[in-house]
Protein backbone atom coordinates (compact mmCIF):
# COMPACT_ATOMS: atom_id res chain seq x y z
CA UNK A 1 0.00 0.00 0.00
CA UNK A 2 1.47 3.86 -1.05
CA UNK A 3 1.61 5.82 1.82
CA UNK A 4 2.36 9.48 1.35
CA UNK A 5 4.38 11.11 4.97
CA UNK A 6 4.73 15.05 4.56
CA UNK A 7 7.35 16.86 6.96
CA UNK A 8 8.60 19.86 7.72
CA UNK A 9 6.36 22.78 8.01
CA UNK A 10 5.95 25.08 10.96
CA UNK A 11 5.33 28.56 11.76
CA UNK A 12 7.48 31.34 10.08
CA UNK A 13 7.19 35.58 9.20
CA UNK A 14 5.63 36.90 6.26
CA UNK A 15 8.87 36.91 3.30
CA UNK A 16 10.55 33.91 5.49
CA UNK A 17 11.22 30.36 3.84
CA UNK A 18 10.28 26.57 4.39
CA UNK A 19 11.22 23.41 2.91
CA UNK A 20 8.78 20.58 2.88
CA UNK A 21 9.34 16.95 2.20
CA UNK A 22 6.77 14.06 0.89
CA UNK A 23 8.34 10.54 1.57
CA UNK A 24 6.46 7.95 -0.71
CA UNK A 25 6.64 4.48 -0.04
CA UNK A 26 5.74 2.01 -3.06
CA UNK A 27 8.06 1.32 -6.34
CA UNK A 28 5.21 3.71 -8.49
CA UNK A 29 6.55 6.90 -7.28
CA UNK A 30 8.92 6.70 -9.92
CA UNK A 31 6.92 6.39 -12.88
CA UNK A 32 4.29 8.97 -11.99
CA UNK A 33 3.71 12.52 -11.58
CA UNK A 34 3.46 14.36 -8.34
CA UNK A 35 2.05 17.08 -7.06
CA UNK A 36 1.93 19.75 -3.98
CA UNK A 37 -1.58 20.37 -3.07
CA UNK A 38 -2.87 22.68 0.07
CA UNK A 39 -5.93 23.65 1.85
CA UNK A 40 -6.33 27.03 3.57
CA UNK A 41 -9.19 26.99 6.32
CA UNK A 42 -12.54 27.02 5.08
CA UNK A 43 -11.11 26.75 1.22
CA UNK A 44 -11.05 23.85 -0.83
CA UNK A 45 -7.92 22.07 -1.86
CA UNK A 46 -5.71 23.08 -4.40
CA UNK A 47 -2.84 22.10 -6.39
CA UNK A 48 0.42 24.68 -5.96
CA UNK A 49 3.20 22.58 -8.23
CA UNK A 50 3.39 19.57 -10.13
CA UNK A 51 6.67 17.83 -10.99
CA UNK A 52 6.81 15.07 -13.70
CA UNK A 53 9.27 12.04 -13.45
CA UNK A 54 11.34 13.48 -15.72
CA UNK A 55 11.18 16.70 -13.87
CA UNK A 56 9.01 19.27 -15.54
CA UNK A 57 7.31 21.17 -13.54
CA UNK A 58 4.54 23.69 -13.42
CA UNK A 59 2.86 25.96 -10.47
CA UNK A 60 0.14 27.75 -9.52
CA UNK A 61 -0.09 31.91 -10.39
CA UNK A 62 -0.36 32.57 -6.86
CA UNK A 63 3.00 30.87 -5.87
CA UNK A 64 5.35 31.41 -9.45
CA UNK A 65 8.71 32.47 -9.05
CA UNK A 66 8.20 32.03 -4.93
CA UNK A 67 8.29 28.58 -4.65
CA UNK A 68 10.42 25.67 -6.14
CA UNK A 69 9.07 21.81 -6.85
CA UNK A 70 11.64 19.11 -6.75
CA UNK A 71 12.41 15.47 -6.81
CA UNK A 72 14.61 12.79 -5.79
CA UNK A 73 13.49 9.16 -7.45
CA UNK A 74 16.31 7.56 -5.78
CA UNK A 75 14.90 8.63 -2.27
CA UNK A 76 11.81 8.28 -3.07
CA UNK A 77 11.13 11.86 -2.15
CA UNK A 78 9.76 14.88 -3.42
CA UNK A 79 10.29 18.64 -2.11
CA UNK A 80 8.70 21.98 -2.24
CA UNK A 81 10.75 24.77 -1.62
CA UNK A 82 8.72 28.00 0.01
CA UNK A 83 10.62 31.16 -0.75
CA UNK A 84 8.81 34.69 -0.12
CA UNK A 85 6.29 33.69 2.16
CA UNK A 86 3.24 35.39 2.51
CA UNK A 87 0.06 35.15 4.72
CA UNK A 88 -2.44 33.82 2.30
CA UNK A 89 -0.28 30.77 1.86
CA UNK A 90 -0.90 29.77 5.36
CA UNK A 91 -2.34 26.02 4.79
CA UNK A 92 -1.86 22.64 5.26
CA UNK A 93 0.38 21.06 2.44
CA UNK A 94 -0.08 17.40 0.94
CA UNK A 95 1.59 15.56 -1.40
CA UNK A 96 -0.05 13.17 -3.61
CA UNK A 97 0.31 11.88 -7.74
CA UNK A 98 -1.40 13.79 -10.24
CA UNK A 99 -3.61 14.13 -11.78
CA UNK A 100 -5.38 11.08 -10.39
CA UNK A 101 -4.33 11.72 -6.30
CA UNK A 102 -4.67 8.63 -4.02
CA UNK A 103 -7.64 8.30 -2.29
CA UNK A 104 -6.14 8.24 0.61
CA UNK A 105 -3.96 11.11 1.88
CA UNK A 106 -0.83 11.39 3.96
CA UNK A 107 -1.39 13.87 7.29
CA UNK A 108 -0.12 17.09 5.96
CA UNK A 109 1.73 19.51 7.65
CA UNK A 110 0.88 22.62 8.58
CA UNK A 111 2.65 25.78 7.79
CA UNK A 112 1.55 29.18 9.09
CA UNK A 113 3.14 32.73 8.27
CA UNK A 114 2.07 35.22 10.64
CA UNK A 115 4.26 38.26 12.15
Known amino acids: QVQLVESGGGLVHPGGSLRLSCAVS????????MGWYRQAPGKERELVAR???????NYADSVKGRFTISRDNAKNTVYLQMNSLKPEDTAVYYC?????????WGQGTLVTVSS
Open 96 to 104: NFYPYPLDA
Open 26 to 33: GSIFNINT
Open 51 to 57: ISRSGST
